[in-house]
């Protein structure tokens, strides 16, 4: 039998999150951005969900042995090269996601702490949150927080320009991830300037901002974005420039999509349609 170089063999991705029928975030943007850009998808559903590019209507939490159990089945079987984490809104559901990604752990765990809505409105109450911040942003290499997250994580005001975020790195480098992606999309202006904490430096990872209301599931996209590119290789700041020049493209081109009536989504597939 002929074996595939692994230098040719195409890495596994894996998102661990809630499904949105819309098909803008959750479960559909991971999937929809691991195979845009060149990554297995593999997927455990954590939560379904009523909603729409409008807003939320109703969560159906996914009991937590069933998503041990999806995690202990696909990781018996299929190899993981990087898994992305999306909401989590209990600790059971924390511990058991680490514990599974403990006993196979992937080479690359990123971890989107979802837990701020558009509207500013707290989506996780004060357990989900302390969840987060001590049992998953420690298994992560890189957690990315935008600003609201970032002050619900730190229990401070969000930054409101570069020298906040700045001065806000240290404390979120003490939560204990490998490495802090602060993302500036709230600030105001033209640009969108995002800063990468890591043990070694902190790096701005500029991009300029793109004028459309669909703004559906950036958060998800992105960090699936630096999933993929780091299972298939990358370096963690090339990962994230790629994966941030990549969403900036997908935002410019979502006005080609007629999905909704609300924050529609972004074009995961612009360079393929």
């Keep these: 039998m002929t074996m595939t170089p692994l230098s040719d063999r195409i890495?596994?991705?894996?998102?661990?999150?809630?499904?949105?029928?819309?098909?803008?975030?959750?479960?559909?943007?991971?999937?929809?951005t691991f195979s845009a850009l060149g990554?297995?998808?593999?997927?455990?559903?954590?939560?379904?969900?009523?909603?729409?590019?409008?807003?939320?209507?109703?969560?159906?939490?996914?009991?937590?042995?069933?998503?041990?159990a999806q995690l202990a089945t696909l990781l018996d079987d299929v190899r993981i090269d990087a898994a992305k984490i999306g909401m989590v809104a209990s600790r059971e559901v924390a511990e058991v996601i680490r514990?599974?990604?403990?006993?196979?752990?992937?080479?690359?765990?990123?971890?989107?702490?979802?837990?701020?809505?558009?509207?500013?409105?707290?989506?996780?109450?004060?357990?989900?949150?302390?969840?987060?911040?001590?049992?998953?942003?420690?298994?992560?290499?890189?957690?990315?927080?935008?600003l609201p997250e970032a002050a619900?994580?730190?229990d401070t005001p969000a930054p409101t320009d570069r020298a906040g975020m700045l001065a806000m790195a240290p404390a979120l480098r003490e939560l204990g991830a490998g490495a802090t992606l602060l993302k500036?999309?709230?600030?105001?202006?033209?640009?969108?300037?995002?800063?990468?904490?890591?043990?070694?430096?902190?790096?701005?990872?500029?991009?300029?901002?793109v004028d459309t209301a669909n703004l559906?599931?950036?958060?998800?996209?992105?960090?699936?974005?630096?999933?993929?590119?780091?299972?298939?290789?990358?370096?963690?700041?090339?990962?994230?420039?790629?994966a941030k020049h990549w969403l900036g493209a997908a935002l410019a081109a979502s006005r080609r999509l007629d999905v909704g009536h609300g924050h529609g989504p972004v074009h995961h597939f612009h360079a393929w349609w």
């Design 184 to 209: 500036g999309g709230h600030l105001h202006g033209e640009e969108c300037p995002d800063l990468l904490v890591t043990a070694e430096a902190a790096t701005w990872i500029e991009g300029a901002r």
């Design 152 to 154: 619900v994580l730190l």
């Design 11 to 32: 890495p596994n991705a894996l998102t661990i999150a809630g499904s949105d029928p819309s098909g803008g975030a959750g479960i559909q943007a991971d999937l929809k």
């Design 216 to 242: 559906h599931g950036t958060g998800c996209t992105l960090s699936s974005a630096i999933a993929a590119r780091l299972a298939r290789g990358d370096a963690l700041e090339e990962a994230v420039a790629a």
């Design 99 to 146: 514990d599974a990604l403990a006993r196979r752990r992937p080479r690359w765990v990123v971890l989107d702490p979802v837990m701020v809505a558009k509207s500013g409105d707290i989506l996780v109450d004060d357990a989900g949150i302390r969840a987060v911040r001590e049992v998953l942003v420690p298994l992560a290499d890189l957690v990315t927080p935008n």
């Design 39 to 68: 990554a297995y998808a593999t997927s455990v559903i954590t939560a379904l969900t009523a909603q729409n590019t409008r807003g939320v209507s109703g969560v159906h939490p996914v009991p937590a042995d069933f998503i041990a």
